[in-house]
């Protein structure tokens, strides 16, 4: 799937100066590493004293000196890592909105536009490569200069699936069912209800780290709670915010963590998008 900001160059809604420029703001406004190191409590505050001090008298970054001195965990430090700079991850959307390289009209459109493409196979143009990464060895360990990983995602206990379970019962067809028919001609009478349980929905989400579930279902709260008609437009993205939502909830049905679903299905920044123009919905430009 071609990447949203790939997808507003090729259709010069946006310049490749606009992207950079909301790209480096959007990496700018990420918490340090060493701050969501001590936000987690991944390190004991020994463990912190003491890679910072290595740090300083190595030279290092901080990653690479928490590596050097065997304290960096990439199967439960990344995880736990790449969990919490997404949910702390600006929607590029709403940076070019916020600088003026697009309205949200605009950007509306071409989010529509773009989940149109559905999944179709995404070429990227070729770059001539980059030089390798020189490895280099220290204390009899091998490690690149970037020490580049991967986020692994570790299998759900049977103690996730369980809550896994407990959430998708909450969320059944009849609820979904339900929510549809009162986006679509909204009802006083079921209005309450229907709020009791998305807020009861968003704490679980929360509890289970389905951090973009609980987005979507703030979007949809939001829908719900709105008092003015809707465009037909808009009335679509809530929709949509709908149908992503159960998407996450299959995989959580099938005991999958919701980072499985999101890289399998590429729905991550399509998420960010959206919710951010369903929250921007009745202040148009």
């Known amino acids: 799937m071609k990447l949203f900001g790939q997808f507003l160059i090729d259709k010069e809604i946006i310049t490749k100066d606009d992207f950079v420029a909301a790209m480096i703001i959007q990496a700018e406004s990420l918490p340090s590493l060493p701050l969501a190191v001590h936000e987690l409590k991944l390190f004991n505050i020994d463990h912190q ?4 001090a290595y740090q300083a008298s190595h030279f290092k970054e901080y990653r690479v000196a928490a590596v050097e001195m065997g304290l960096w965990d990439a199967a439960n430090v990344e995880h736990a890592l790449g969990r919490f700079f997404l949910s702390r991850l ?3 959307g709403e940076i070019l909105v916020e ?5 949200l009209n605009q950007l509306s459109g071409a989010l529509e536009q773009y989940v149109a493409l559905g999944d179709d196979v995404y070429e990227p143009e070729k770059i001539k490569p980059a030089p390798a990464l020189r490895v280099v060895k220290e204390n009899d360990q091998t490690f690149s200069d970037l020490n580049v990983r991967k986020i692994k995602i570790p299998s759900a206990s049977a103690n ?5 379970t407990l959430y998708c019962g909450r969320f059944d067809e009849a609820f979904k069912a339900r929510l549809l028919k009162h986006l679509r001609a909204p009802s006083d009478t079921d209005k309450g209800s229907l709020l009791t349980t998305l807020r009861a929905l968003k704490y679980a989400a929360n509890f289970i780290m389905a951090f973009k579930s609980v987005l979507l279902l703030e979007s949809l709260t939001l829908a719900v709670e709105q008092k003015t008609p809707r465009a037909a437009g808009d009335q679509a993205l809530v ?6 939502l159960w998407t996450l909830r299959a995989g959580l049905s099938s005991g999958e963590h919701e980072m499985v679903t999101l890289s399998v299905a590429s729905l991550d920044s399509r998420i960010e998008e959206l919710c951010f123009i369903i929250s921007r919905m009745g202040d148009k430009s």
Do not use: N, W
């Open 49 to 52: 004293v003491a890679v910072f």
């Open 90 to 92: 600006k929607p590029l």
């Open 160 to 164: 996730d699936r369980s809550l896994f």
């Open 99 to 103: 600088q003026g390289c697009i309205t």
């Open 239 to 244: 929709e949509r915010a709908l149908m992503y």
